[in-house]
């Protein structure tokens, strides 16, 4: 019974279970009792759950043909002894029970040590590993070169030193809170990693201080820290008579002031989330006043053009304010002066106008005309419908059709000297009728060595998207469709592989997609 006392006492001691206490101790006396009798005799130990009684037996299995003498018998000698037995079967035979010497009992306590230890970091992991997410309360155990080891009462948990707060120190005994941030299985145990940089603790600590984010009266959307310094998280209400922003910051401020101190004074600006892009940028960019905004969807950039007095508030220190904004949207920001936006605005007409009236044979007047209406390039002008073209003012049907030929002429004569060009730069017929690639591209891939179905079909599809986009082009194709090209110019590789079902082409990323045919 002193056995049984023992593990129930370990058991709730460590909060494991008392089975698996009991098991340690049986593979302690199992190896006690090889110690014993003999490492090669299968030696097996088990402990009455009721009594506390020890029982020590060998075991010796029934065999057609025995390898090991000290583990295995032979068919004929085990019906000797166990009328009935048959192949598989183990004969089993009482052992007296050991006297556990000094050395014996040393290794049996390393062996229950060491099973319990193991029971628990499988408890603690069992207990953590769905808490991912979660703000836990600890006590700073130790510090290690910056690191700090939290004891969490039932599991120790590591903050490492980049997940602190910049010039954030602990000291044994400090009392901390951090957000768990991943729970992995690692070979010395359990490992419990804190955060107090992770954006998602402040948000955490948002939710316990406002009600309303707890009950899920109001969402966070976005969050995005400078740890120590600034951070901005966007919010949004799914009750209108509900005020998002006015609920976070609470009566005189008492509810961002909370969270603003457990983050050693971390500036929090709370912005209202948008479903609108523009309008959510205008508002992550707070304090700073936008005047226009222009959108690039394709490439989630955005242009936010600020009153010149605007432009370092807009920035912030170290550019920090518009990086946190972007961080939050998930735009890239470009951030201009309302000065640098009409002199770059200037430029651009100036620019368009020169290539109309130099395209299209065209005086200023009708040049400037276009480029107000929005034409940015002689594509658009050569592809237009007339009836659209023909109600700009000052523009009938014969002016605009008589454009539309000029600029379908300019284009024709534009693409005879890049096909000289691509002719020149020795890029083959066969990549020219490849559908996807205008003459300038074709251009484009002969400056850059690709001048070959094989030169093509060597290349990945960012590489084809990044040489055609060079110079700001605006016609570069998606990765996609540089994907769909460059399988068209791989297809005469796998011509002919395939015969008799013998050979499998190779897969499109240039590994084996199984066992070729050999000659």
């Not at 073209?389 to 890049?418: M, N, P, T, Y």
């Amino acid at each position: 019974m002193e056995l049984l006392q023992v593990a129930d006492a370990v058991a709730r001691e460590k909060n494991i279970d008392r089975d698996e206490v009991l098991e340690a101790m049986e593979q302690a006396i199992q190896k006690a009792g090889r110690s014993k009798y003999g490492h090669e005799h299968d030696i097996r130990a088990r402990i009455d759950r009721k009594t506390g009684d020890i029982h020590l037996t060998r075991h010796l299995e029934v065999v057609e043909a025995v390898e090991n003498e000290a583990t295995q018998v032979t068919l004929p000698y085990a019906l000797r002894r166990k009328p009935g037995a048959k192949i598989g079967d183990f004969l089993v035979d009482p052992l007296p029970p050991i006297d556990f010497g000094r050395i014996a009992a040393q290794t049996a306590k390393q062996v229950i040590v060491q099973k319990v230890r193991d029971a628990e970091r499988k408890r603690q992991f069992n207990e953590y590993k769905d808490r991912n997410g979660e703000i836990v309360n600890g006590l700073v155990k130790r510090v290690e070169y910056g690191n700090v080891t939290v004891d969490l009462g039932r599991a120790e948990a590591i903050l490492r030193r980049d997940e602190l707060l910049p010039r954030e120190h602990f000291k044994n005994g400090d009392r901390v809170r951090a957000y768990i941030f991943d729970v992995r299985e690692e070979p010395r145990g359990p490992q419990i990693f804190l955060s107090r940089t992770h954006p998602m603790f402040m948000a955490k600590l948002f939710a316990q201080e406002v009600p309303e984010i707890y009950d899920g009266i109001i969402e966070i959307r976005a969050v995005a820290r400078d740890p120590g310094s600034r951070a901005k998280i966007a919010v949004h209400s799914n009750d209108s008579s509900i005020d998002p922003v006015g609920a976070c910051v609470g009566m005189r401020g008492s509810r961002v002031q909370a969270v603003v101190g457990e983050l050693q004074g971390e500036k929090i600006d709370i912005i209202p989330w948008s479903g609108e892009a523009a309008t959510f940028v205008v508002n992550a960019l707070a304090p700073a006043e936008v005047a226009k905004v222009v959108l690039d969807d394709d490439n989630r950039r955005i242009e936010v053009v600020v009153p010149d007095d605007q432009l370092s508030l807009a920035i912030g220190r170290r550019g920090q304010n518009v990086r946190l904004a972007s961080m939050l949207t998930g735009w890239d920001i470009d951030i201009l002066t309302e000065q640098e936006e009409s002199e770059r605005r200037s430029e651009e007409i100036h620019n368009r106008s020169a290539l109309f009236m130099q395209a299209l044979d065209v005086d200023d007047v009708i040049a400037h005309l276009l480029v107000a209406e929005g034409f940015t390039s002689v594509e658009e002008i050569a592809f237009v419908e007339t009836e659209e073209l023909a109600e700009i003012e000052g523009f009938d049907e014969s002016v605009a059709d008589e454009l539309k030929q000029r600029a379908l002429a300019f284009l024709e004569v534009q693409d005879e000297q890049a096909n000289e060009r691509r002719l020149e730069l020795g890029v083959e017929d066969i990549v020219a009728e490849l559908t996807g690639f205008t003459a300038t591209q074709l251009v484009k891939l002969g400056e850059n060595g690709v001048k070959t179905l094989d030169d093509l079909a060597d290349l990945a599809g960012d590489e084809l998207v990044e040489i055609l986009s060079k110079d700001g082009a605006k016609d570069a194709p998606t990765e996609e469709e540089a994907n769909a090209i460059i399988m068209a110019a791989r297809a005469h590789w796998f011509e002919g592989e395939e015969q008799d079902g013998a050979a499998t082409a190779p897969a499109a990323d240039g590994s084996a997609g199984g066992q070729g045919a050999q000659a």
